[in-house]
């Protein structure tokens, strides 16, 4: 769709070229499917017209910043100075490797800055002194670069990025940049440790230091049921404060509890002996494969007792157990001591009684429970 884009544009009297991350992304044969193209040469209304002819319009932002079509994952922007030119298009890209632009029906690249050779050297460079230190999400997306890109940060850059003040950030724009480096990063360790170069990781990031900790979750994350969630657990391993940290960083409830649920857990799952204690702390997880896998990084020993406790645990859940209508048939009418009954026949459940037996101990319990009462 982008050529169909370009050779009508083309005929308008306009160019269309590839920009951005794509540009950078296919110089290095990197597969990235977003795909933004900036159009120049025509006005907004030509430009909507053309888009019109090809599909279903769709325009973002009051002024009409970013168009698309639907069905097409494809960002269509005009420069914001229409009249500016390519250069000073670039000129407001945030780093040299991202200002490139490659015309999409010749294939020539506009390299105003030097982004090409940055690449080869694999090297972080900001496009403008003057700029640079306007959006300060920049100071985060040179450390998810240097992240994920496995890049080093020019040293003038780091310089500028130490004079940025980030504490403003909206927290989603930080926990994206976050999100991204801790699912995407061979080596995610390097996110935080350019933050340190750049004196930037005290505000969002401070305490996180067993680098290799991270790393070596980073090797099995896939395995994650909860990805993130998982990933981010593993920042907070050795922190004084998760709590203070994870809502600082974030407010979903989902995540949070998570976190704490695991962290928590993996206290317990060192010191655990018995049976009981390992049916215990599998029933009270949120997530128990990844409480298992991150517990096999933390504490390497006994990990085939933890898996082999936590094969029996699920082999046990998935047996007939106890329920409410089981009571009530046998004459238990609801309320809060049933409950109570419940809650016992669950830890009945958890030691590998049957239902049957379950129902037989519970029925006794209730009985010595009214007898008590009376």
């Known amino acids: 769709m982008a050529h169909k884009i370009a050779?009508?544009?083309?005929?308008?009297?306009?160019?269309?070229?590839?920009?951005?991350?794509?540009?950078?992304?296919?110089?290095?044969?990197?597969?990235?499917?977003?795909?933004?193209?900036?159009?120049?040469?025509?006005?907004?209304?030509?430009?909507?017209?053309?888009?019109?002819s090809l599909g279903e319009l769709l325009t973002m932002g009051a002024s009409f910043e970013i168009m698309k079509l639907r069905h097409y994952d494809l960002d269509i922007a005009l420069p914001v100075d229409i009249d500016g030119g390519a250069y000073k298009a670039a000129l407001r890209r945030d780093f040299t490797m991202n200002a490139l632009m490659q015309d999409v029906l010749t294939g020539e690249i506009l390299d105003f800055f030097g982004g090409i050779g940055d690449i080869e050297s694999r090297t972080?460079?900001?496009?403008?002194?003057?700029?640079?230190?306007?959006?300060?999400?920049?100071?985060?997306?040179?450390?998810?670069?240097?992240?994920?890109?496995?890049?080093?940060?020019?040293?003038?850059?780091?310089?500028?990025?130490?004079?940025?003040?980030?504490?403003?950030?909206?927290?989603?724009?930080?926990?994206?940049?976050?999100s991204i480096t801790l699912l995407k990063a061979v080596r995610p360790s390097k996110f935080f440790e350019a933050l340190q170069e750049m004196s930037q990781a005290d505000y969002y990031f401070p305490g996180i230091k067993n680098f290799e900790l991270i790393d070596s979750v980073a090797e099995v994350r896939d395995s994650a049921q909860e990805k993130l969630y998982f990933m981010i657990a593993s920042l907070c391993v050795d922190l004084d404060l998760p709590e203070k940290f994870l809502t600082r960083l974030t407010s979903e409830e989902k995540l949070i509890k998570y976190v704490l649920n695991m962290l928590d857990l993996l206290k317990r799952i060192n010191f655990a002996v018995s049976e009981r204690d390992y049916m215990k702390i599998f029933d009270d997880s949120i997530c128990g494969s990844d409480l298992l896998l991150l517990s096999g990084i933390i504490y390497g020993d006994r990990r085939c007792e933890r898996e082999n406790f936590f094969a029996l645990y699920n082999s046990r859940?998935?047996?007939?157990?106890?329920?409410?209508?089981?009571?009530?048939?046998?004459?238990?009418?609801?309320?809060?001591?049933?409950?109570?009954?419940?809650?016992?026949?669950?830890?009945?459940?958890?030691?590998?009684?049957?239902?049957?037996e379950q129902l037989t101990r519970t029925l006794k319990f209730l009985r010595e429970c009214e007898a008590k009462n009376l």
């Open 7 to 52: 050779e009508k544009v083309n005929e308008a009297g306009g160019r269309v070229f590839f920009v951005g991350g794509y540009v950078r992304d296919r110089i290095m044969n990197l597969a990235n499917k977003d795909i933004d193209i900036e159009v120049h040469g025509i006005e907004a209304g030509t430009l909507a017209e053309i888009l019109d």
């Open 124 to 178: 972080i460079k900001h496009v403008s002194s003057k700029t640079f230190t306007a959006d300060p999400l920049r100071v985060l997306r040179a450390a998810r670069f240097a992240a994920c890109l496995n890049f080093d940060i020019d040293s003038e850059t780091k310089n500028f990025a130490s004079l940025v003040n980030i504490e403003s950030l909206p927290n989603e724009r930080v926990i994206n940049e976050l």
């Open 317 to 356: 859940m998935r047996e007939p157990y106890l329920m409410g209508r089981d009571l009530i048939i046998n004459g238990v009418k609801p309320g809060a001591l049933m409950g109570e009954a419940l809650k016992f026949a669950h830890d009945l459940r958890l030691m590998g009684v049957n239902k049957d």
